[in-house]
């Protein structure tokens, strides 16, 4: 199991001291999101944020684009420590180039799937992706409810998965909690991406280790 927490909730005045206190409280990955004000009515922060934090954490960076033009950011995030990169399918006839984009320069491979967007959209790609993002909320903003409607999705993705061999990741973002989580890990979910409710934590580490728990116990 990855816990991933969203630096999307953090508190941006202090990211070098968020950043710190991720890495103690032993989450797995860091979650960046990246969003454009274009794919997404929002706007986050870059990679030049991106490259000054790399130094203080080895903790692989899953950088997920919320961008209509992905591909303008690959080389930036590349050179800035990203691990991952994660794209949508939602761009549509481009996402076969993208993906062999992000693989040639040696990073792994995110696809990310909407809420409305139908999880068959993904399923010419499975074979190329490290990792298979189903998002639980619209995309955009941090703090929104899961929407429940979305496990079916995580449920077809485990069971491709599984009779095909394969072995992408399925991660799950937006709205994710002790419940939610527990909830989306018997879907299948391996991977958790989580903002609001592991940065408003005082004590990040006992709300890793419980949500550890919650998904252990599903
Ligand atoms: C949504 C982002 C998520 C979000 C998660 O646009 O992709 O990563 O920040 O935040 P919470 O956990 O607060 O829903
Ligand atoms: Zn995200």
Same mark, same amino acid.
């Given at each position: 199991?990855?816990?991933?927490?969203?630096?999307?909730?953090?508190?941006?005045?202090?990211?070098?001291?968020?950043?710190?206190?991720?890495?103690?409280?032993?989450?797995?990955?860091?979650?960046?999101?990246?969003?454009?004000?274009?794919?997404?009515?929002?706007?986050?922060?870059?990679?030049?944020?991106?490259?000054?934090?790399?130094?203080?954490?080895?903790?692989?960076?899953?950088?997920?684009?919320?961008?209509?033009?992905?591909?303008?950011?690959?080389?930036?995030? $590349?050179? +800035? !420590? *990203? @691990?991952?990169?994660?794209?949508?399918?939602? /761009?549509?006839?481009?996402?076969?180039?993208?993906?062999?984009?992000?693989?040639?320069?040696?990073?792994?491979?995110?696809?990310?799937?909407?809420?409305?967007?139908?999880?068959?959209?993904?399923?010419?790609?499975?074979?190329?992706?490290?990792?298979?993002?189903?998002?639980?909320?619209?995309?955009?903003?941090?703090?929104?409810?899961?929407?429940?409607?979305?496990?079916?999705?995580?449920?077809?993705?485990?069971?491709?998965?599984?009779?095909?061999?394969?072995?992408?990741?399925?991660?799950?973002?937006?709205?994710?909690?002790?419940?939610?989580?527990?909830?989306? $890990?018997? +879907? !299948? *979910? @391996?991977?958790?991406?989580?903002?609001?409710? /592991?940065?408003?934590?005082?004590?990040?580490?006992?709300?890793?280790?419980?949500?550890?728990?919650?998904?252990?116990?599903?």
């Amino acid at each position: 199991m990855i816990i991933a927490p969203s630096l999307l909730a953090a508190d941006f005045s202090r990211l070098a001291a968020e950043t710190l206190r991720t890495a103690r409280a032993k989450a797995d990955w860091l979650h960046l999101d990246i969003m454009d004000g274009h794919f997404v009515p929002n706007i986050s922060f870059g990679p030049t944020v991106v490259k000054s934090i790399r130094p203080l954490t080895r903790m692989p960076f899953d950088v997920h684009l919320m961008c209509a033009r992905p591909e303008i950011l690959f080389e930036p995030f $590349a050179n +800035a !420590g *990203a @691990d991952h990169l994660t794209i949508h399918v939602e /761009l549509g006839d481009n996402v076969k180039d993208l993906i062999w984009k992000i693989k040639s320069l040696g990073l792994q491979v995110g696809l990310a799937v909407n809420p409305p967007t139908p999880i068959s959209s993904v399923q010419p790609y499975l074979s190329q992706i490290d990792i298979l993002l189903v998002m639980t909320v619209n995309p955009g903003f941090g703090g929104q409810s899961f929407i429940p409607e979305t496990l079916p999705k995580v449920q077809q993705a485990a069971a491709w998965r599984k009779e095909n061999g394969l072995t992408y990741r399925i991660e799950v973002d937006g709205g994710i909690n002790n419940a939610t989580a527990a909830e989306c $890990a018997r +879907a !299948g *979910a @391996d991977t958790f991406v989580a903002g609001t409710s /592991l940065y408003g934590q005082r004590q990040m580490k006992r709300a890793i280790e419980k949500m550890r728990k919650a998904v252990d116990k599903a």
